[in-house]
């Protein structure tokens, strides 16, 4: 599974952006996509995370309210509409995709494949 992030981008601070991931095919090894971010100097971590098959999300505490996932299992791609953006939001942004159980869908060890991350840049 190839998985191809866009959409980031340079925006103001309270502007919007639509990042996507497109996934080459759907697996039942990649029954499930996740959005995460690494700041300069910070760790990864988890943003939200969408199943293919359903549709249930799961988001970091931080992000709900602010960004939505969605998925269009026709084009085989996952979303994240991110709004209200800060410049704290500042970060690479990488889709996964992986067969996490639900109460483990924020844990990127459960992704097996990875895109190349987009770059989200917010300013004050």
């Known amino acids: 599974v190839q998985l191809q992030a866009s959409g980031g981008g340079l925006v103001q601070a309270g502007g919007s952006l639509r990042l996507s991931c497109a996934a080459s095919?759907?697996?039942?090894?990649?029954?499930?996509v996740g959005w995460f971010r690494q700041a300069p100097g910070k760790e990864r971590e988890f943003v939200a995370a969408i199943r293919w098959n359903g549709g249930t999300t799961v988001y970091a505490d931080s992000m709900k309210g602010r960004f939505t996932i969605s998925r269009n299992n026709a084009k085989n791609t996952v979303y994240l509409q991110m709004n209200s953006l800060q410049p704290e939001d500042t970060a690479v942004y990488f889709c996964a995709a992986g067969r996490p159980i639900l109460s483990a869908m924020d844990r990127s060890d459960m992704y097996y494949y990875w895109g190349q991350g987009t770059l989200v840049t917010v300013s004050s």
């Open positions: 095919q759907r697996t039942d090894s990649s029954s499930a």
